[in-house]
């Protein structure tokens, strides 16, 4: 009993401390099929099987540092990337959609 009761006492703090990615099957952010939460580490997530744009829902306010940087991954390793500007703004790319957080100053 105590380890689900401590399970769910940190399952607010491992979804609400991340960035909410949602994905979507269509290039334009329409046909959603699921959602991810990218951590502060910088390490890019992904989507389902078929994901093929998305867009940044919310994310952790990194209120000590400049703001969070939200990556538009090109690639699993994140090595090419577009910033998002802003929460809602749709991105695809042609070999598949990853994305990552990160708090500091660009």
């Known amino acids: 009993m105590q380890y689900s009761t401590l399970a769910f006492a940190l ?3 491992a979804v609400f401390g991340s960035a ?3 994905f979507y099957s269509d290039n334009n952010c329409q046909n959603y099929i699921g959602t991810s939460y990218a951590s502060l580490s910088g390490v890019a997530v992904g989507g389902p099987a078929g994901s093929k744009s998305m867009l940044f829902v919310n994310a952790d306010s990194c209120s000590d540092t400049c703001g969070p940087n939200l990556y538009f991954c090109k690639n699993q390793a994140c090595s ?3 910033l998002a500007s ?3 703004q749709c991105k695809s790319f042609t070999n598949g959609v990853w994305a990552a957080e990160d ?3 660009l």
């Open 103 to 105: 708090c500091g100053c």
């Open 86 to 88: 802003r929460f809602g």
């Open 20 to 22: 909410q990615i949602n």
């Open 80 to 82: 090419a990337y577009d």
């Open 11 to 13: 399952f607010p703090v």
